[in-house]
């Protein structure tokens, strides 16, 4: 199995090296390999989870279909786009406590 992280980098060269506009969209944004255990018995799925800046949401969400085609190539099931500001906002978040680099990262991304 491939780590996550470096599954994420790569989905992230793959897209600037095919697609630059869309590549240059990602460098503003926080690109992570999500995994869940979905079903019975549990089967393991892998998603990207792209988190952007407010400002930044519209124009990824128009490049979605291009990243999901990206993605199922790569044998990720799907691609989501998150609202980092919303995420770090959310008081109900124990997100700084049980990823604190992530929180960090996103803080970089809404700044």
């Known amino acids: ?5 470096i599954l994420a980098k790569e989905f992230t060269r793959v ?3 095919y697609y630059p506009q ?4 990602l460098d503003g944004c926080y690109v992570k ?4 255990f979905w079903g ?14 407010e400002e930044m949401l519209p ?3 128009a490049q979605k279909e291009i990243l999901r085609e990206l993605a199922d190539n790569m044998g990720l099931v799907q691609v989501v786009c998150i609202n ?17 680099r992530l929180w960090l990262e996103l803080q970089w991304v809404v700044t």
Not at 33 to 36: E, G, H, L, S
Not at 41 to 52: D, N, T, V
Not at 91 to 100: C, G, I, T
């Open 1 to 5: 199995m491939i780590a996550e992280d």
């Open 15 to 17: 897209v600037s090296h």
């Open 22 to 25: 869309v590549g240059e969209l």
């Open 33 to 36: 390999v999500i995994t869940c």
């Open 40 to 53: 019975r018995p549990a089967r393991r799925l892998q998603y990207i989870g792209i988190y952007c800046s």
């Open 59 to 61: 124009y990824v969400q």
């Open 84 to 100: 980092a500001k919303r995420l770090l906002r959310d008081p109900m978040s124990k997100l700084k406590h049980n990823d604190p």
